[in-house]
């Protein structure tokens, strides 16, 4: 359970006397002035508001369920006249914005929106067609936050596509499309079954990630996939988020070195 303000607990019927009869017997700990931890209180949470701050943008979005890119540090976020002298990525409030003074993080459009402000295009576009994909924010509101940024910046955001299921399908899908490549993500191929990616007309590229294509059973489908759509004249590459995140400059070398084959532009045999 996330930490829960002094007003929150006094609308939930607790008193000045049984708060601190709960802290003296350690069912109930004091974070900072107002604010408490009454269980299951994460560590990220309990270093920023600890330190006065407010849980958001990255590690906001993490903590909403949003797939986000690895990070190493909390995202926090500070009012503009404090230092929270605590290690993370910190991001003052801009005057433009309100500070959430009840919750110990902010909502996900509001996280998607410090984003967008504080990163870059990738990053964004990860963010932004998993948060849509996972409907915790619609078309329109995406929208509308793209509005929202410099011209320049929302029209690299114009590649935003809802149809992407995971972060790392978005990255290499965003990688080809920079560079020229006609790339449809999640079509169904006859036979196969729905791909993550469709380069040109006969390369597929499955984006594994951690939450998926894992245990014996998956292992198993996967190379089922794989042995059908090489009968029907396509070529599968199949790419773990490790190659994605953790070995990315060597990866984008290698499906370079393949795409400058042109295999891809051969038609399928269904066809």
């Known amino acids: 359970m996330p930490p829960v303000t002094y007003a929150a607990l006094v609308e939930c019927g607790w008193t000045r006397h049984a708060i601190r009869e709960a802290i003296a017997r350690g069912s109930l700990r004091r974070l900072s002035r107002g604010w408490y931890d009454v269980g299951g209180c994460s560590a990220d949470e309990q270093t920023a508001v600890a330190a006065g701050a407010r849980l958001g943008c990255l590690t906001g979005l993490r ?18 006249w404090q230092n929270p002298g605590v290690i993370g990525v910190h991001h003052q409030l801009p005057r433009s914005a ?22 870059e295009v990738e990053t964004s576009l990860i963010v932004l067609e998993s948060a849509c994909n996972l409907r915790m924010v619609s078309e329109r509101t995406v929208a509308e936050l793209v509005a929202e940024c410099p011209k320049p910046v929302a029209e690299q955001l114009g590649r935003f596509d809802p149809r992407a299921e995971s972060g790392s399908e978005t990255r290499v899908r965003l990688f080809l499309v920079r560079l020229g490549y006609h790339v449809r993500p999640q079509v169904r191929v006859p036979a196969v079954g729905r791909v993550d990616l469709l380069v040109g007309e006969s390369l597929i590229i499955e984006c594994d990630s951690h939450a998926h294509h894992t245990g014996e059973t998956h292992y198993r489908a996967d190379r089922s996939r794989d042995l059908n759509a090489a009968a029907l004249g ?7 988020w490790e190659q994605i995140f953790l070995t990315w400059t060597d990866t984008q070398a290698l499906l370079l070195r393949h795409l400058r084959t042109r295999a891809y532009r051969r038609p399928p045999l269904a066809s």
């Open 98 to 119: 309100q500070w959430a003074p009840n919750a110990p993080r902010y909502d996900v459009t509001e996280c998607l929106r410090q984003v967008l402000r504080h990163h």
């Open 234 to 240: 396509y070529r599968a590459v199949r790419l773990t």
């Open 63 to 80: 903590d909403h369920g949003v797939w986000v890119p690895p990070t190493t540090h909390p995202h926090i976020i500070t009012p503009r």
